[in-house]
């Protein structure tokens, strides 16, 4: 009779040899699961930023899947605004947003979701230098526009404009007598294309980037109407960069407080408020805009319910400018 020692060795080989390959299918599906989860922008944060994963990793794997999402296309704007530079959402008229020509006469064209004209109103009171942005945000009369008399290519102006006028509704003709709110820098001229107001009624200036760094400023408060108040300045957000790819030609703030938008020629700069209005510089999340299209892209509005605004200067004389609408989910601030 054979010893049963040798066939219970055999037994224990061959059990190992299962486990073993047992082990080595697991560990496959582990890594298929892993693969997949690298398409799912929580897990991704988590294989970036390690086990938990840092807030900025998050943000930035959200980007990359898809905060926002624009539209399938542009939408051409009335002629009227050819030259398209700035854009608010009403605060007094839901479901429209107002545009403005950066040259011409002082005007605001109140235009629906889908383009079409809601009316052009004149500002009472208001010139035109170089109107480069639009936001809207309270003031005593309740919502009020504050557009931004600040464009200055060659760095020369002695003084910026921002005037603020009660919004008006779209079918006036006119609006009430704007109030003008003068402003000088404090390390001399600069050239700017953004302003935004926030929620409680804090008005900042965004430099530009091409004659000198980007920089944000405040106004002083109390705004005080007719008098040339002295900016204050907050933080360097970038090194003068010459290049028009880099500049920065609008801004917005948005309802909720949590979020500052600067935009670009072909991106969008999704800025923490709170720590940018503290002045400490940190990274943004950023969204690239070239499947926008669009002509030179100047200015950003952001909704209550998370719609991102663009407009675009038309470019060409025979070609419109146009509105450009993205869905954006953002992170909690």
């Known amino acids: 009779m054979h010893s049963p020692f040798p066939l219970i060795r055999w037994a224990f080989i061959a059990g190992g040899v299962l486990g073993l390959l047992g082990g080595l299918a697991w560990i496959a599906q582990r890594g298929r699961d892993s693969g997949g989860d690298r398409r799912q922008p929580a897990a991704a944060a988590a294989a970036v930023g390690g086990a938990a994963g840092s807030d900025s990793d998050r943000l930035i794997e959200q980007v990359a899947g898809g905060v926002c999402r624009l539209a399938p296309a542009p939408i051409a704007l009335p002629a009227q605004v050819h030259e398209a530079s ?53 003031c005593a009369a309740g919502s009020c526009l504050y557009v931004a008399d600040i464009g200055d290519n060659q760095a020369r102006r002695q003084r910026i404009t921002v005037y603020r006028v009660p919004e008006p509704a779209p079918g006036a003709a006119t609006s009430a007598a704007a109030e003008a709110l003068h402003a000088t820098y404090p390390d001399g001229p600069q050239d700017a294309e953004a302003l935004f107001v926030t929620q409680d009624g804090g008005v900042f200036v965004v430099t530009k980037g091409e004659t000198g760094p980007i920089a944000l400023y405040r106004f002083p408060q109390p705004l005080t109407p007719g008098a040339v108040a002295r900016l204050e300045r907050v933080v360097e957000l970038g090194p003068a960069d010459p290049r028009r790819a880099g500049r920065v ?68 004389r025979r070609d419109p400018a146009t509105l450009t609408r993205a869905e954006c989910t953002l992170p909690p601030g």
């Open 86 to 138: 700035g854009v608010a959402v009403s605060r007094s008229t839901p479901g429209v947003v107002w545009v403005h020509n950066d040259s011409g006469e002082p005007q605001l064209l109140a235009v629906a979701a889908d383009g079409a004209s809601r009316g052009l109103v004149r500002v009472t009171g208001a010139a035109v230098e170089d109107w480069e942005d639009v936001a809207s945000g309270p």
């Open 249 to 316: 030609t609008g801004a917005a703030a948005s309802p909720d407080g949590r979020w500052v938008a600067l935009r670009g020629l072909h991106s969008v700069a999704f800025y923490r408020a709170a720590e940018l209005l503290a002045g400490r510089r940190s990274e943004p999340v950023r969204v690239d805009l070239t499947g926008a299209k669009e002509a030179q892209g100047e200015g950003v509005a952001l909704a209550a319910d998370g719609t991102l605004y663009l407009v675009s200067e038309g470019g060409r």
